[in-house]
RNA sequence: GGAGCGGUGGCUGAGUGGUCGAAAGCGGCAGUUUGCUAAACUGUUGUACUAGGUAACUGGUACCGAGGGUUCGAAUCCCUCCUGCUCCGCCA
């Protein structure tokens, strides 16, 4: 949620705009304003009323104690039609509030100055890049060849199970995965995370908190029946274990991580990446999550960038550090470097971790807050990315270390890995 | 799943229809005292929205788990839901 206090004053309407402008967004300017204008305007109206009300209700009780019945009688038939007038403006007030929260919740975040322009992801700007495109004597298969051939993933009765895009891994794949969890908790918990172990079925208001609802609540699982979905990304509950608390400014930054599983529905990427492990319904990943004071956001959202980077760098992977442009940034995000690995023999470059500065807008939908130096309650910032999906850190693990005759070099894996 | 009792400010806890944003205590902040600390004493101390003001601030409205209802007026009465604790049942 952005700061509604922004659509009060022309600049920041303008502000409002251009960054909208910038993401693509085609959002009236009028109906944002009209809804704001329209609601100030029935606010004023009901609090009048209610201060008739509360003035001439309190004089009603003085009249009843000093016994003059004949003015309270007067008086009390006067207030009930004052009372009916504020009843019907007070439901009008609803309405008109909950088309305007309705479109505040719809509103992505605003674009940090740094954000590159740009329509779609072939405008996103590389950053840097670390490692040289690795280089082998014979012809690089992609990771699902290798697992097929290895009986390393069972594709099939994944399918069978649960449907498309659902997998099962069989012996050594289903140990190294678990092996790299262990690997990347303990490489963040030297950097200072402290690890959580959270529940992965959250309540809507959580999935608001964090911006997957309303906007795009078609991407996940959600229980009707209990009002309850899956996490998309243990970011959910890790940053909202601090809902509706207020945190004392000698706390942050707090960092937090968390190994979970990931649950995406993907809706309407249906033909896009059917093979292999890359675009499933159910995968695992380690989510960093910070809570930092404004001033100290952007040095801390680099720091958690480069926390992310070091697995990479530790396990030899060879990866670049893209700036999104403003038409790929996500709804809440203000400002996202997204960390792509190259995948030799899918023969391209594949996002592992996305690491983002949400600002104060995910704080404020969730309504985090602190007490900052000067006593004042102020919302923090909130900074997560991955680190990193481990099915994708599995799926190169194996397209770095395979063999020429199709085999998995393991022993290389796990030095890499024990020495790391 | 059944039964019972609760949910009030940062915390503990009073309040059962009117002057209650809410007693009291603790905590926090400021001051007096003090070599320093502590103690004592005095004052002060919620959030959001809204109107005005450059601002400090001033006025108004709302908030006693959430949402509805009754009433001129609700922390207080009624309904629904959520949630905590205790006991029973079931169970990894």
């Known amino acids: ?34 809804a704001a204008d329209a609601r100030r305007k029935i606010i004023r109206e009901v609090e009048a009323l209610a201060a008739e009300r509360n003035a001439e209700s309190k004089r009603l009780g003085e009249l009843k104690a000093q016994g ?83 009986n390393l993933v ?13 997998y099962v891994y069989n012996d050594k794949i289903a140990r190294l995965e678990r092996r790299l969890a262990n690997f990347m908790l303990d490489t963040h918990a030297a950097a200072g995370y402290s690890e959580r172990s959270v529940p992965i079925i959250v309540k809507d208001e959580c999935m608001f908190g964090t911006g997957q609802f309303p906007k795009f609540a078609d991407e996940y699982y959600r229980m009707e029946k209990d009002g309850l979905s899956l996490i998309p990304t243990g970011e959910v509950p890790l940053t909202n274990l601090y809902a509706d608390e207020i945190l004392n400014d000698a706390d942050l930054p707090i960092n937090l991580m968390a190994f979970t599983p990931c649950f995406r ?37 680099r720091a958690l960038t ?31 470097y997204d960390l792509e690995i190259w995948m030799p023999g899918l023969k391209r470059w594949l996002e592992i971790s996305s ?45 770095y270390h395979q063999n020429a005759d199709g085999s998995v070099d393991w022993a290389a894996i796990e030095k890499k890995i024990d020495l790391s």
């Not at 004053?9 to 402008?21: K, N, T, Y």
């Not at 009390?76 to 008109?96: F, G, N, P, Q, T």
Request: hydrophobic residues 40%; aromatic residues 8%; neutral net charge.
């Open 1 to 34: 949620m952005i700061d509604y206090q922004l659509l009060k004053s022309d600049e920041g309407f303008q502000r409002v705009l251009q960054s909208l402008a910038r993401r693509g967004d085609a959002l009236s300017a009028d109906t944002l304003k009209e």
């Open 68 to 150: 003059k019945d004949a003015e309270f009688d007067a008086l009390r038939e006067k207030m009930k039609s004052v009372a009916d007038r504020l009843k019907i403006a007070k439901e009008e007030e609803s309405h008109v509030e909950e088309n305007f929260q309705t479109l505040l919740s719809r509103l992505p975040n605003i674009l940090d100055a740094e954000v590159p322009d740009g329509k779609s992801e072939s405008q996103n700007v590389v950053v840097r890049e670390v490692g040289d495109i690795p280089r082998f004597a014979f012809d690089v298969k992609p990771h699902y060849e290798i697992a097929e051939a290895e």
């Open 154 to 166: 069972d594709f099939e009765r994944g399918v069978k199970i649960s449907g498309a895009r659902f």
């Open 265 to 301: 529905r993907e809706a309407g990427s249906a033909g896009k990446d059917t093979r292999g492990l890359i675009r499933v319904h159910q995968f695992y990943k380690v989510e960093l999550v910070k809570f930092v004071r404004p001033e100290e956001s952007e040095k801390e959202w």
């Open 306 to 336: 480069a926390d992310a980077e070091r697995i990479l760098q530790k396990l030899g992977l060879t990866y670049r550090v893209l700036a999104l442009c403003a038409g790929d940034m996500g709804f809440t995000s203000s400002i996202t």
């Open 355 to 399: 690491c983002s500065n949400f600002k104060d807008f995910q704080a404020r939908r969730a309504k985090i807050r602190y007490k900052n130096a000067a006593g004042k309650n102020e919302y923090i910032h909130t900074i997560n990315g991955s680190g990193v999906a481990a099915g994708r850190l599995v799926a190169a693990l194996l397209e």
